[in-house]
């Protein structure tokens, strides 16, 4: 069993910063991928970045030269660095990750989500 729980959402004044973390726990052998999307009021959710192990880095237009994803592979946790932020970046932040176990088995695991809300 795995499981990835994020933390750091809450209430952020545009042009504020916010960081996110999400934390891969269970009979982990490797982290192949790890992603954030995002889901706005009233729209379908979103990838906002991603993170492959051989380092490829990917980031939507709209959060590019804004956010930044990071990963400690030592902690299997991935960081969402949040900065300029603005109201359309508003909504439920999902953690994603691509996970083997110990026993060979391939899992795509989701957190909870957590709210993130900017103020204007």
């Known amino acids: 069993q795995v499981q990835l729980v994020e933390s750091g959402g809450g209430l952020v004044q545009a042009g504020g910063s916010l960081r996110l973390s999400c934390v891969a726990s269970g009979n982990i052998a490797s982290v192949n991928a790890m992603r954030w999307h995002r889901q706005a009021p009233g729209k379908e959710r979103e990838l906002v970045a991603s993170w492959l192990s051989d380092e490829r880095l990917y980031y939507a237009d709209s959060v590019k030269d804004r956010f930044t994803i990071s990963i400690d592979r030592a902690k299997k946790t991935a960081y969402l660095q949040m900065n300029n932020v603005n109201a359309e970046d508003t909504g439920v932040y999902y953690c994603?990750?691509?996970?083997?176990?110990?026993?060979?088995?391939?899992?795509?695991?989701w957190g909870q989500g957590t709210q993130v809300t900017v103020s204007s």
């Open positions: 994603n990750a691509d996970l083997h176990d110990w026993n060979g088995r391939i899992w795509d695991s």
